[in-house]
Each structure stands twice: as C-alpha cells, then as structure tokens.
C-alpha cells in the first residue's frame, strides 16, 4: 500500500486540477483593464506579493493601478464576469469517476482554492459534486493565498483530520508549497496551463502524474 492510500482526506485544487479555466483568467484581466483604460503589462503577476489568493490578487490589482474601486467591488465585478463560464465548465476527464470512487470508499474531500467562494460553488453545483466535498475553502475568505499553508490547513481543520493524514492533488507550484508548507503530502497532476513548470512540479511534489488514470492507481 502506498503512502496516498493510507490518507483519510483528499485535498482537491479547483483550476487546473478539476476544471481547465486557467485561461478565462488572461480574458477577463485584459477586459477588466481595458475597460478603465489600462492595458496589461508584461510584469502583471511578476510583481504579484507571495499569496495569490483572490483577495490578496484584488488588492495588488486597486494598488497598481490605482482603482477608486474597493475591494469587494473589484472581487463582485470578477463574479460576475466569470459566473456564466463556472456555471458551465464540465470536470477534467476522469475527474468526475475518480470523485464518485472516493466518495464511495469513504474517503473525506476538501477543496482548497485560490478561487471565489460564488465560482467554487457555480462549478461543484453545476457538476453535481457539492455534497462529496465536507469542506470547501477559498481564496477570497483568507488574506494569505498559496504558498502559504492557511488554505490547506483551514480545509484539514473543517475536515477534523491532521495535515499528515491529508494528501493534496495539485497544478502549481504555488500549490504544492503550499501544501507542503502545510506539513501535507502532494501529488502535482499535469496541466497544459503550467506545462513549463513540470520539471519544478516533479521536484517539489511527492509524485507526479499526467492524468486522473495514474491519479486513481496512486489513491487505489
């Protein structure tokens, strides 16, 4: 039995991990920009601060670009940009059985996200998935966002379980530190999004896998 088996609680990642939504992001920066005559520099998120978390991304956004709008308007207009896309996507392939097999084998899921709470739930209920998570934690609740641990180690805490019970699947290398950070075991899982970081990604994480196929034989 490997180490993956013996965990009582998988953590899931939402973009790039269970849905491919990576690239809505890039349109909506270039609307939401354009729109109040900026256009997206090339260094956007090269400045970005450690923690990118939905919360901590809406700040950096207002600060360099000197918004009048607050906060919680910037995340509200973020929503309902988004909303129509979240509300539709499907599941990665393989995704959705791999869910259905945990859930079937007792195994307690969580969601660890740097996404809003709204797009997180628009795709677990799209996806009729909401009840096999017992908990779902975003980015727009925490005021750190990954690498540092708070997402992961908030999700474990709701779940009742120790880090080290806990294996997190993962996209990014922001991901996988963070749940590394958070004492976890990870599995990083391929993604074409964060394809140039495969090399970092095999480093950091525990194991890496290409799809839910290899996925399921490192939980099974």
């Given at each position: 039995?490997?180490?993956?088996?013996?965990?009582?609680?998988?953590?899931?990642?939402?973009?790039?991990?269970l849905v491919?939504?990576?690239?809505?992001?890039?349109?909506?920066?270039?609307?939401?920009?354009?729109?109040?005559g900026?256009?997206?520099?090339?260094?956007?998120?090269s400045?970005?601060p450690?923690g990118?978390?939905?919360?901590?991304?809406a700040?950096?956004?207002?600060?360099?670009?000197?918004?009048?709008?607050?906060v919680?308007?910037?995340?509200d207009e973020?929503?309902?940009?988004?909303?129509?896309f979240?509300?539709?996507?499907?599941?990665?392939?393989?995704?959705?059985?791999?869910?259905g097999?945990?859930?079937?084998?007792?195994?307690i899921?969580?969601?660890?996200t740097?996404n809003?709470?709204?797009?997180?739930?628009a795709?677990?209920?799209?996806?009729?998935i909401?009840?096999?998570?017992?908990s779902?934690?975003?980015g727009c609740?925490l005021?750190?966002?990954?690498?540092?641990?708070?997402?992961?180690l908030?999700?474990?805490k709701?779940?009742?379980?120790?880090p080290?019970?806990?294996?997190v699947?993962?996209d990014?290398?922001h991901g996988?530190?963070?749940?590394?950070?958070?004492?976890m075991?990870?599995?990083?899982?391929?993604n074409?999004f964060?394809?140039?970081?495969v090399?970092?990604?095999?480093?950091?994480?525990?194991?890496f896998?290409?799809?839910?196929?290899e996925?399921?034989s490192?939980?099974f």
């Amino acid at each position: 039995m490997t180490m993956f088996k013996q965990k009582k609680a998988i953590i899931f990642d939402l973009d790039g991990t269970l849905v491919d939504s990576m690239h809505v992001w890039e349109k909506v920066d270039i609307d939401f920009l354009e729109k109040r005559g900026h256009s997206v520099p090339a260094d956007l998120f090269s400045n970005l601060p450690q923690g990118d978390g939905l919360l901590s991304i809406a700040k950096y956004f207002k600060a360099r670009f000197s918004l009048p709008d607050d906060v919680d308007s910037i995340l509200d207009e973020w929503n309902s940009m988004l909303l129509d896309f979240y509300s539709q996507v499907t599941l990665i392939n393989g995704a959705y059985e791999l869910l259905g097999k945990l859930k079937n084998s007792h195994k307690i899921l969580g969601m660890g996200t740097s996404n809003s709470e709204v797009l997180a739930q628009a795709v677990l209920l799209n996806n009729k998935i909401r009840d096999y998570f017992s908990s779902v934690v975003t980015g727009c609740k925490l005021e750190r966002g990954k690498p540092f641990p708070d997402i992961y180690l908030t999700v474990a805490k709701e779940l009742g379980v120790r880090p080290e019970e806990c294996v997190v699947i993962e996209d990014t290398t922001h991901g996988v530190e963070a749940a590394k950070n958070a004492g976890m075991s990870v599995i990083a899982i391929y993604n074409d999004f964060s394809k140039s970081d495969v090399p970092l990604l095999k480093q950091k994480a525990d194991r890496f896998v290409h799809d839910y196929n290899e996925l399921d034989s490192l939980l099974f």
